[in-house]
Every structure is written in C-alpha cells, then in structure tokens.
C-alpha cells in the first residue's frame, strides 16, 4: 500500500525552490547544527507551518524550552500533520523520525519519557529550517487570533 503526498514535488521542483540547508534537511534528512536555527529560543504566538508546503504543523503554545538546541514542541497541531518512521541511522539508537504528510519532508525526531513538564511528555525535536513561524494576528481589541 503506498502512501500518498498530496504536496509532493519533483525533486527538480524542490531544488528550485528551496535554499540548500533547506533541501538538505526537508529533502534529504538532514540536521542543521544546534543552537543555529532561528526558531531554537523564539517564542512569539503563531502557528508554525512546514517552510517546503505550508502546511500547519505546530501551534506557539505547544513549544517549550527544552534547552536541547533545536526548537520544541510536546505535540503536533493535529495528529493527521505528520507521519511517523523508524530511524535507525545512528548505531544502536533508534530513533523516530517526524515527516510532514502533506509532502513527505523531514521536520526532525520525536522523544518520549524524558522527563519534561509538559501534558505529553513527548518532545518533538524540529529544525527550524523545516519550519516557518506563522505570527498571530491581532485583532482591533489587542486579543490574538490563529
């Protein structure tokens, strides 16, 4: 059975429009060094999206401060947003990793049971470079809205 994406592109296509750290890490699973990323200590309310389709991803309020160099969510804005897979690239550590759905580009890994204060307990390791961070609007009141 195979899965569909329905945001996917030729890789001719990605290439083109995105940046080289950007195809490195969406297209090919890679990772930006920590501590680099633009999102690792933002913390203004929005929604963050995938940076290769828009897809919504992540909400400002699931984000924490994890301190472990990568921005940090303890859940997905709905769990139909991402797909998961096994990743067995480092010996002896597998790990698992987050994919948008809508167009299969890798965002980062997930933890369980490490301990964080947060309502999961999960940490959703994302690279800031997979993200684009979506401010909330603010409407005549001064109260935000998604």
Known sequence: MSTEFPLDQPDATWRERLSDLEY????????????????????????????????????????????????????????????YLEDRT?????RVEVRCAACNSHLGHVFSGEGYDTPT??????????????PARRDDEGASKP
């Open 24 to 83: 490195r890490v969406l297209r090919q699973s890679g990772t930006e060094a920590p501590f680099t990323g633009e999102y690792t200590d933002e913390f203004s309310e929005g929604v963050y999206e995938c940076r290769a389709c828009r897809t919504e991803l992540f909400r400002s309020e699931a984000k924490f401060a994890s301190h472990c160099g990568w921005p940090s969510f303890f859940e997905p804005l709905a769990e139909d947003r991402v797909l």
């Open 90 to 94: 480092l010996p002896g550590r597998p």
């Open 121 to 134: 307990d999960d940490r959703y390791c994302i690279n800031s470079v997979s993200l684009r961070l979506v």
